[in-house]
C-alpha cells in the first residue's frame, strides 16, 4: 500500500525526508520487482547519470548529499535507488578506482575516495594543488601530535614558524586563514569549533571525516619523522614550507 501511494505521490521536485527515507525503505524484493517493471537501458542510463554527477561533485572535495542524489539524479527512479547507487559504486571502484564511502550516516553525506596506490611524493606535480596538500599535511599532523585537536592559536603559530602567516597573504596558498578554516573544512578534511564555555570565544581544529578516511596514522607519523616543527619540538623555527613538501595524503 505505502509503494503505491508513493507512485502517486509529488514528482522528482520534492526533496523531503519522508521521500529520502522510502528510497531506503525498499526491501531487496520489492526492487527486484521494480526493476522489472523499468527498461533496463533507462536504468543504466540512470546509473551513468550518477557516476558523473558523483564525479563532477567531487571535483571541489565537497561531501555529497543523499537528498541532492534524490532530487537531482534519481527523481522517479526511488524505487530502485539502492540498486542504482550499487551499480554506480561498482562502476567508480572498477573503472575510475574510486569508492563511494558514507562519513555521516546522520544526515546521510558521501565522499569518492581513491582505492589506487598512493603516488609517492617525488613524482607528485608540484603545483598549487599539491602545496595546498603538503599544508593540509602539516596541520593534521600537528594536530595528530596534540592529541588530534589543538586550539586555533596554537595552530596559527606553528605555521608561523614555518614562515606561513595567517594574517599575510601568502604567494602559493593566498588567504591561508580561509583556506584553513572554510576551505579545508568544507572539504572534510578540518573540523572548526568553538571552544565551550570561552570568552573571549576561542576556537580550535580537529581532524574531520574524509582525513580519517583518506590517510592513516603511520603515513602521519612517517611525515611527522620528517617535520620536527608538527611535534613542536625545536628545530622548526627555520623551516620553511615549500610546494608540495609533504604531500602524501
Not at 34 to 54: C, F, T, W
Not at 181 to 186: I, K, L, N, S
Not at 227 to 234: E, R
Request: aromatic share 6%; glycine share 8%.
Amino acid at each position: 500500500m505505502a509503494q503505491k501511494r508513493r507512485a502517486k505521490g509529488p514528482g522528482p521536485s520534492q526533496g523531503e525526508d519522508p521521500d529520502e527515507d522510502y528510497a531506503l525503505s525498499q526491501s531487496a524484493s520489492q526492487v527486484q520487482r521494480n526493476l522489472e517493471r523499468l527498461s533496463p537501458a533507462h536504468v543504466d542510463q540512470k546509473v551513468s547519470e550518477l557516476v558523473q554527477y558523483l564525479l563532477v561533485k567531487d571535483q571541489k572535495k565537497i561531501p555529497i548529499k543523499r537528498a541532492d542524489i534524490l532530487k537531482n539524479v534519481i527523481k522517479d527512479y526511488r524505487g530502485v535507488y539502492s540498486e542504482i547507487i550499487k551499480r554506480a559504486g561498482r562502476t567508480l571502484q572498477q573503472v575510475f578506482g574510486l569508492q563511494l564511502m558514507e562519513i555521516d550516516p546522520k544526515h546521510h553525506t558521501y565522499i569518492l575516495v581513491s582505492i589506487l596506490p598512493r603516488l609517492e611524493v617525488d613524482n607528485l606535480k608540484q603545483d598549487d594543488c599539491t602545496a595546498k596538500l603538503g599544508l593540509l599535511t602539516v596541520i593534521l599532523s600537528f594536530l595528530f601530535m596534540k592529541g588530534n585537536a589543538a586550539k586555533e592559536s596554537a595552530v596559527w603559530e606553528m605555521l608561523r614558524r614555518l614562515r606561513v602567516d595567517p594574517g599575510v597573504r601568502h604567494e602559493v596558498f593566498g588567504d591561508v586563514k580561509k583556506l584553513v578554516t572554510e576551505e579545508f573544512v568544507r572539504q572534510k578534511y578540518l573540523e572548526y569549533n568553538r571552544i565551550p564555555h570561552t570568552d573571549p570565544p576561542e576556537f580550535e581544529f580537529q581532524w574531520g571525516a574524509r582525513a580519517a578516511k583518506e590517510t592513516s596514522k603511520m603515513q602521519i607519523l612517517r611525515f611527522v619523522a620528517k617535520v620536527p616543527a608538527c611535534g613542536g619540538a625545536g628545530g622548526g623555527e627555520n623551516r620553511t614550507l615549500k610546494e608540495g613538501e609533504g604531500s602524501d595524503l
